[in-house]
């Protein structure tokens, strides 16, 4: 117990090391983990409401073939907050984004361990730092549409993993007109 406690706390080390750096090593005693389990961390939706630190990036933007790193990171402030008994995001200047939680028929996601050359948390680092198949934390998705630079309008998706109390981790993706950004997400603080 007090080294899973240790490893919780661990990770919102490394959580909030990402949202200031953008590069995370995870510890590495959590080989002696199970990560076939399913994780203790299990909030529910008023759980998650409050307001957080969002951090975008780095991403990585791929057309014909070619993938031109995108080492920005952009922080906002955003809100999570119960709506017509859904949880929104509310993000000044954006539209409202309504978040559905993912159940098991939704595949397992997949996140990389480095977006464009620079490291991240991948999803198969979440399962080990918590000692558990990541794929059973409480995932959200979300869809929204965006405006680009030119005037267009686009659809984009959220998707975040409730990993550890006060952090949401995922990533964001839109496609237009054979070019695709997917971006590293951070939410911290709520």
Same mark, same amino acid.
Request: glycine share 14%; charged share 10%; hydrophobic share 40%.
């Given at each position: 117990?007090?080294?899973?406690?240790?490893r919780?706390?661990?990770?919102?080390?490394?959580? =909030? $090391?990402?949202?200031a750096a953008s590069?995370? $090593?995870?510890?590495?005693?959590?080989?002696?983990?199970d990560p076939? +389990?399913?994780?203790?961390?299990?909030? &529910?939706?008023g759980?998650?409401v409050?307001v957080?630190? =969002?951090?975008?990036?780095?991403g !990585?933007?791929t057309?014909? @073939?070619a *993938?031109?790193?995108?080492a *920005?990171?952009?922080?906002?402030?955003t809100?999570?907050a119960?709506?017509?008994?859904?949880?929104?995001?509310?993000?000044?200047?954006?539209p409202?984004i309504?978040? !559905?939680?993912?159940g +098991?028929?939704?595949?397992?996601?997949v @996140?990389?361990?480095?977006?464009a050359?620079?490291?991240v948390?991948?999803? $198969?680092d979440l399962?080990? $730092?918590?000692g558990?198949?990541?794929?059973?934390?409480?995932?959200?998705?979300? *869809? #929204?549409? !965006?405006? &680009?630079?030119e005037?267009?309008q686009?659809?984009?998706?959220?998707?975040?993993i409730?990993?550890v109390?006060?952090s949401?981790?995922?990533?964001?993706?839109?496609?237009?007109? #054979?070019? *695709?950004?997917r971006q590293?997400?951070?939410? &911290?603080g709520?």
């Amino acid at each position: 117990m007090q080294n899973q406690g240790l490893r919780r706390g661990a990770l919102q080390a490394a959580l =909030a $090391a990402l949202a200031a750096a953008s590069v995370l $090593a995870l510890p590495t005693q959590a080989q002696d983990t199970d990560p076939t +389990g399913s994780c203790a961390y299990q909030p &529910s939706i008023g759980d998650l409401v409050g307001v957080y630190n =969002a951090t975008v990036g780095p991403g !990585a933007l791929t057309s014909g @073939g070619a *993938t031109i790193p995108m080492a *920005t990171i952009e922080t906002y402030q955003t809100t999570l907050a119960v709506m017509d008994g859904g949880l929104v995001m509310i993000t000044e200047g954006s539209p409202t984004i309504s978040l !559905a939680l993912v159940g +098991g028929e939704e595949p397992d996601w997949v @996140g990389p361990d480095n977006v464009a050359g620079t490291p991240v948390v991948s999803t $198969a680092d979440l399962g080990l $730092a918590l000692g558990c198949d990541e794929n059973s934390l409480v995932r959200l998705i979300g *869809t #929204g549409i !965006a405006t &680009s630079q030119e005037g267009r309008q686009f659809e984009f998706t959220i998707r975040l993993i409730a990993a550890v109390s006060g952090s949401l981790v995922g990533g964001m993706s839109w496609t237009i007109d #054979g070019m *695709t950004m997917r971006q590293r997400l951070l939410f &911290s603080g709520g």
